[in-house]
């Protein structure tokens, strides 16, 4: 190893000179060793970020139905209803089946709701089916308190053979319907293992929630009632709220 010596200095003046070189160079080493384990640790850190989202979204995994309106009534029956026209015409083509219920308001403009293996359900099931349609439907956009809701069976629902009859999201009715008068448009938002559930009042009320929220029509826009829903029940995704709320203005209790 080669070694320069000042020969203006001393030989022990050079010799410090050398061992402060070296002290340097030991800390320099020493820093880039902290610096290459501060670098693995931080790999390892987004690794394991990397993997808790790949965790996540695998758990998230969507079932068929939440492209839909949807809920489970009090008794566990799944309700499903099209968010819009396009989306009532692949439920009544694709998704009612024989022992089915189809549900909607009496009014123009309403969500087509159909109660899965409703031809077998109790009255109460039935119940929560009308509330779910008489709530997502313009009613509550129009800011009334109540809606009148029908049920007919699937052989009692058809689109008509003439082409350009109809228009999408559009069906021919027959035969007697079963009546629901005056449903009260009522929402109830709570948590559930985690998840926010958007239910009607009456399937909150029978399964005896805890900590929910009322929604009813009202003045204030549905931007912000997500955002307040999400606050007060400390649930983080607005974006799903609004996809579970219906059209139009809300009034929100507690």
Not at 80 to 108: C, M, P, T
């Amino acid at each position: 190893m080669e070694m320069e010596i000042d020969l203006n200095k001393s030989a022990q003046d050079n010799a410090n000179d050398y061992f402060n070189r070296s002290k340097k160079a030991k800390r320099k080493a020493e820093g880039a060793e902290l610096a290459v384990k501060e670098l693995e640790a931080k790999k390892k850190g987004i690794e394991g970020i990397e993997q808790k989202r790949r965790v996540v979204k695998k758990i998230e995994k969507k079932e068929w139905y939440e492209r839909f309106n949807w809920f489970m009534t009090s008794g566990g029956m799944l309700a499903i209803g099209g968010r819009n026209a396009q989306q009532n015409e692949l439920i009544n083509s694709k998704y009612f089946e024989s022992n089915d219920l189809f549900f909607h308001a009496d009014v123009f403009g309403a969500s087509a709701v159909i109660l899965k293996n409703g031809v077998e359900s109790e009255k109460a099931a039935r119940e929560e089916a009308a509330q779910f349609a008489a709530c997502f439907s313009r009613a509550w956009e129009g800011g009334s308190s109540s809606a009148t809701v029908y049920s007919l069976k699937r052989e009692q629902i058809s689109k008509s053979k003439e082409k350009g009859a109809l228009g999408t999201g559009s069906f021919l009715m027959s035969g007697e319907r079963e009546w629901f008068k005056n449903i009260a448009l009522e929402l109830a938002a709570f948590m559930d293992n985690g998840r926010i559930r958007i239910v009607p009042m009456s399937t909150c009320i029978a399964l005896q929630a805890k900590g929910y929220l009322v929604l009813k029509p009202g003045n204030r826009k549905k931007s912000d009632a997500a955002k307040m829903i999400c606050g007060r029940l400390g649930f983080g995704d607005i974006d799903y709220v609004m996809q579970h709320l219906p059209a139009g203005g809300f009034s929100l209790k507690p």
